[in-house]
T-cell receptor, first 116, second 117 residues
């Protein structure tokens, strides 16, 4: 149980395009999902907290117009990187919190974004 | 403010050696949770353990064991008889109780463990 998937696993795009990343909880409902960013050989940096049916809460320094988050259902959250630039290239990881096991986050496999 | 420190950036051991990964945390909360996650080269974070602040009992799971000491604010992780498959980056993390905030995780910088055959 507690499986989280992400799609796509890897994406390469041209500068200026938008990229959508999906995060799904496969066998449980997740009222809260989190989006992280990880640069090579660094730790995870929380970008935003996504709550089903409400606006996401962004961490300080994260542009909400740049990183659009939608949590439309209890099993799906999406992160859209708008007008991507090379500096947005990174590893994006989502996690979901299990209802009834509220303090444990289960992570997706991550999405490697490369912006040319 | 909450903080997690993993002072060991990289550790290299030979297979079958025991290895301990250190984790020291800071928090003002009386209720909090501590975690260890493993990130293999594939990138996915694998949940290993959760421990709440009221439970200082050490835990053993196969070759893995965890030593939680509130007096020193430490939550160390030991792998006994290490194997090559244990090679990964290991993250220690801290979160407050859900009732006080969203339960955000504060991660340490990670320790890269390399187990050589």
């Amino acid at each position: 149980g507690a499986v989280v998937s992400q799609h796509p696993s890897r994406v390469i795009c041209k500068s200026g395009t938008s990229v959508k990343i999906e995060c799904r909880s496969l066998d449980f409902q997740a009222t809260t999902m989190f989006w992280y960013r990880q640069f090579p050989k660094q730790s995870l940096m929380l970008m935003a907290t996504s709550n089903e049916g409400s606006k996401a809460t962004y961490e300080q320094g994260v542009e909400k117009d740049k990183f659009l988050i939608n949590h439309a259902s209890l099993t799906l959250s999406t992160l859209t990187v708008t007008s991507a630039h090379p500096e947005d290239s990174s590893f994006y990881i989502c996690s979901a919190r299990v209802w009834g096991d509220l303090n444990t986050q289960y992570f997706g496999p991550g999405t490697r974004l490369t912006v040319l | 403010a909450q903080k997690v420190t993993q002072a060991q950036t990289e550790i290299s051991v030979v297979e079958k050696e025991d290895v301990t990964l250190d984790c020291v945390y800071e928090t003002r909360d009386t209720t909090y949770y501590l975690f260890w996650y493993k990130q293999p080269p594939s990138g996915e974070l694998v949940f290993l353990i959760r421990r709440n602040s009221f439970d200082e009992q050490n835990e053993i799971s196969g070759r893995y064991s965890w030593n939680f000491q509130k007096s020193t604010s430490s939550f160390n992780f030991t792998i006994t008889a290490s194997q090559v498959v244990d090679s990964a980056v290991y993250f220690c993390a801290l979160s407050e109780a859900v009732s006080s905030n969203t339960g955000k995780l504060i991660f340490g910088q990670g320790t890269t463990l390399q187990v050589k055959p």
